[in-house]
């Protein structure tokens, strides 16, 4: 029983020990940041250190926080299919009058052309029809007045069920698009979240940089230098 115990207490470890491995990218911008603020100084205090060496990391720092804005740049033009301020920019410059040769205004005319024709009189038909081939006429314009009626029923039946289909489709298409929508909205809610995490860290990074770039003489001073 012990064992079992013990046996068990090391399963619930581990999974909690995998759930936190997996849960911790969710801070890595944040933890990144972090580590820009305190490992400098850090280093500086417990490591021989120069103005040099200080200017050098907060030119580091200061490229770190810059490729952040060009990554998050990249990524929302990956995630949303728009091209690049660098892809505009290209496409822009492919099109100045510069680069391309001034060709002659030139015109076109195209001849006009007269169509006459005469036009007839419809030509009257006049039959002198029976009284026998009047009932026989009658009586195939019911057998056809009954056909046609037949088959305006069968292909109103046809039309009902086309229609039944069409609202079953639209019904299924209307859910669909609404699980698309939210699909495109997690997506949107995910890139913009990431996205803020790591502007957020590169503006940490660029100031830190600034600062130790900026006054490297009294970070020396400060540091023990």
Request: hydrophobic residues 40%; glycine residues 6%.
């Amino acid at each position: 029983m012990e064992w079992r115990s013990l046996k068990n207490i090391i399963k619930i470890i581990t999974a909690k020990i995998k759930a936190f491995v997996c849960y911790l990218p969710e801070w890595k911008w944040f933890l990144a940041g972090t580590a820009g603020l305190i490992l400098p100084p850090l280093f500086f205090f417990y490591c021989n250190h120069s103005q040099v060496l200080i200017r050098a990391v907060g030119m580091l720092l200061q490229l770190l926080g810059i490729s952040t804005v060009i990554i998050d740049i990249r990524n929302k033009s990956l995630a949303f299919s728009i091209p690049s301020p660098f892809e505009v920019w290209k496409e822009r410059l492919s099109r100045c009058p510069l680069w391309h040769k001034s060709f002659g205004n030139g015109s076109l005319t195209i001849p006009s052309a007269t169509v006459r024709g005469t036009a007839t009189s419809p030509v009257k038909l006049i039959y002198d029809i029976n009284s026998d081939d009047l009932q026989e006429q009658v009586y195939a314009l019911k057998e056809r007045i009954n056909k046609s009626e037949r088959e305006t029923d069968s292909r109103l039946k046809e039309i009902n069920s086309e229609i039944s289909r069409i609202k079953e489709e639209t019904k299924k298409e209307r859910e669909e698009r609404k699980q698309l929508s939210r699909s495109i909205n997690k997506s949107i809610e995910k890139n913009l979240t990431g996205s803020l995490d790591m502007a957020a860290t590169g503006v940490v990074w660029l100031f830190t940089g600034v600062v130790y770039s900026s006054f490297p003489y009294e970070l020396f001073k400060l540091f023990g230098g």
